[in-house]
């Protein structure tokens, strides 16, 4: 029986991308911006409702850049939560400022905003909530936070692509929300990301930092470096972005089909529902205790491997535990985003997941507390 991955990429139809990008041979026009990387900005500006977004080649230095962006002294401190992919903490040490680690809520794992005005500091100069597995942060208490403090808000939407929320995207929350486009996400661009924002005065910075400062072919006048988004996966991402309504709706029939299986199920614990909230279904996590269950995460997780079943410890370990981080950060400070890490476990998701692949991972965590 052919194994089953935690994800697949979704990819159009091979003649469709082959046409996509045709005309590249004759331009022979492979990156810097050019028109396909144009078309595909155009289109997201458009689809999201924002008035700009900065391309990347990746998730991660579009955070790095736009954290830089915001001109932060360096050593500042910024609120987070380490129950997240490593890129979210990462990006703000390699930035030069000091990650602050909030708890998370245990019912949708974003930042428990009831804990977030007991961190700050005169030091403090923005927070850094993380949209985990597409479900929403509390947007309206992080705005208030924020305003009442003086402090500017970078999402981490990495997860939540084409996410909305009361009827907005997500991407036009906060003063900016960067988008992963890799290969293992909702929507991609073979690899990429982006940053969606709405002061102008960032426009130049975030160029200036992802394209070595350049102005003109004899003006150099920023130290930046080189992030650009070429133009196949630009063109992936034209694509891709043509089937995506199609995409989630196929994934959302999937994350259905698990939940009619699981849910009630004593010592397994689902993802709440948000009803303001339009899903991307971008991830099934699911949280096993072994007191009520019988079997523990890492029951589960072994005995899916063992039939040929790939799911995910994600997130774990939680980021302020790295060894990267030794001695630096205490995670036992975060106590349920800690709890959690060791029970939660993401099951296969992708748009063509069959409903009998569902029912057999169904069976073998049903069986695994009999």
Known sequence: MDKILVTKSS?????????EISDLWNTHWLTNMG???????????SRIGVPHVALYCNGHLALENII??????KGSEIITTPFTFA????????SGMVPV???INPDDYTIDVSKIESLITDKTVAILPVHV?????????????????GLRVIYDAAHAFAVKYKGVDVGCFGDASMFSFHATKVFNTIEGGAVCFRDDNLVQKLNDLKNFGI????????????????EFCAAMGICNLRHLDDEISKRKIVTERYRSHLEGIS??????????????????????????????????????????????????PITNSYDCYKDKFDATETPIALEISRRILTLPLYADLSFDDVDRICELIHSSNK
Do not use: W
């Not at 830089?68 to 002294?73: G, I, S, V």
């Not at 890129?87 to 390699?94: G, P």
């Open 267 to 316: 010592g397994i614990k689902l993802c709440v529902v948000n009803p303001d909230t339009v899903s991307n279904y971008a991830y099934f996590p699911v949280q096993f205790d072994k007191e009520e269950f019988g079997y523990d995460r890492d029951d589960v997780f072994n005995k899916l491997a063992d039939n040929g079943i790939g799911a995910r410890k994600y997130f774990y």
């Open 133 to 149: 597995y597409g479900n929403i942060c509390d947007i309206e208490a992080i705005e208030t936070i924020a305003k009442q403090h």
């Open 11 to 19: 990819m159009p139809n091979k003649d469709e991308y082959l046409d």
């Open 68 to 73: 830089e962006a915001m001109d932060f002294p």
């Open 87 to 94: 890129s979210t903490t990462h990006a703000i040490v390699r």
């Open 215 to 230: 102005h003109g072919p004899e003006s150099v006048e920023y130290v930046g470096g080189n992030a650009k988004m070429n």
């Open 101 to 103: 680690f909030c708890d």
């Open 35 to 45: 028109t396909k990387h144009k078309q595909f900005q155009t289109e997201l500006e």
